[in-house]
């Protein structure tokens, strides 16, 4: 059985060896269940504002594989959620929320980096452990990364990859060599053009320009005037729902940018973007998870998604790395769970992170996934697509995969 709480908030891989877990940052804490009393996992989504539906789509991917699970050694499942919107100031509110209760066991989330980048020193000392299915950006499980993100893995894949996938996409199947980048100043944004850049220069690309625009920004015809007097051939924004269908909204607007190519990211893959852009998204290309290459398990998992979210197609790229993340915690609480005499369920928050990160070989619906030292557990499953008519007037989601 599974239940679901809402909590509200007024504002609103690679492939690797399993290695030992960072400690957490204070003294291990055991939560005790008692017997007839669920056992509680959190949740830390985006749920409202332009980008909700990135998380509803992963609320969707968790509730099914608690729906799929049933129970965790006797007891009932607890889902509760809190909006983590998609800022470090909204990541840190819905850690807060979640970590004040002392029966939570571990956090599925958050959505996007900038949310971990405000959770994850809440999450670590209250002893916790977050496994996201779309945070991305590469500082969060770097080699060097900051000892407050020890307590953050992820399925979902390193933007490492996707935007040296991207600059390779752009260079080799595109023929483009000159290119304009714009970031939002989110530390996903800002992490994916960098790497980007990068590796576009290092293929023989030239980068024409950098540029920026503001969250909450709303008029970019001087941004787009900038970036059309620098001379690219492509303009690549991995940003989010709003700023991005602005973007694209106000480019055909500009003088100089005729013919020139949009390239987004995993950010904008919905079809909540495809409507903020209007006509004009048509022919823009799009990165996120390929469909096509993800386990032979998944459709069997996309009916259950369809099913229980009552939709018609997915909503967002992100549910199958939710639904793998969700499924590694609860595999880790029946390793460690200690189940009493009295039915109770005893589990030691050291002991569940140790066996979170050391998930080898999961089966996943998204690949086999394996955890490394620094919480990189995802396969790079990135395809490239492209948005055409049936998108755009039809609503037909994904668009055409093309690479």
Not at 118 to 145: F, H, K
């Amino acid at each position: 059985m599974m239940r679901k709480s809402l909590g509200v908030l007024a504002a609103a891989g690679l492939l690797a060896t399993a290695a030992a877990a960072p400690a957490t940052a204070q003294d291990s804490r055991v939560v005790t269940i008692p017997d007839g009393e669920p056992i509680k996992l959190g949740m830390m989504f985006v749920t409202s504002g332009a980008n909700a539906v990135l998380g509803e789509d992963q609320q969707i991917g968790v509730e099914v594989a608690a729906e799929d699970r049933g129970e965790l050694l006797g007891h009932e499942i607890d889902l509760v959620l809190q909006d983590s919107l998609c800022t470090p100031e909204g990541g840190a509110q819905a850690a807060q929320a979640l970590t004040s209760d002392p029966d939570l066991v571990a956090v599925v989330g958050p959505t996007c980096s900038g949310a971990v980048d405000g959770a994850a020193q809440i999450i670590n000392e209250a002893g916790l452990t977050a496994i996201s299915g779309s945070a991305t950006s590469p500082p969060l499980t770097s080699a060097d990364r900051e000892d407050r993100f020890d307590g953050f893995l992820r399925t979902a894949w390193n933007d490492q990859v996707q935007g040296k996938l991207v600059a390779e996409y752009v260079m080799n199947e595109l023929g483009l060599t000159k290119a304009a980048t714009i970031h939002d100043g989110s530390i996903y944004a800002e992490s994916l053009v960098g790497v980007f850049g990068e590796e576009f220069e290092a293929l023989g690309g030239e980068v024409t320009l950098a540029t920026a625009v503001n969250l909450g920004q709303t008029d970019m015809i001087q941004v787009l005037t900038n970036v059309a007097e620098s001379g690219p051939e492509l303009v690549y924004f991995p940003i989010f729902t709003a700023e991005g269908g602005f973007i694209v909204d106000q480019a055909a607007d500009v003088s100089g940018l005729e013919g020139v190519t949009l390239f987004g990211s995993d950010g904008l893959f919905s079809m909540a973007f495809v409507e903020a852009a209007g006509p004009n998204v048509e022919g823009m290309y799009l990165s996120a998870s390929n469909f096509d290459l993800l386990a032979d398990t998944y459709p069997a998992m996309l009916e259950r998604y369809l099913e229980v979210g009552n939709v018609d197609q997915p909503l967002a790229p992100f549910h199958g790395h939710t639904y793998d993340a969700a499924n590694i915690i609860m595999d880790a609480i029946e390793e460690v769970g200690v189940v009493g005499d009295d039915g109770s369920v005893s589990i030691d928050l050291d002991e569940l992170r140790a066996a979170i990160y050391a998930t080898t070989d999961h089966p996943g619906v998204t690949g086999t996934l394996s955890c490394t030292e620094t919480g990189d557990c995802g396969a790079p499953i990135i395809g490239v697509y492209q948005v055409g008519p049936e998108t755009v007037e039809d609503e037909v989601f994904p668009p055409e995969l093309v690479g």
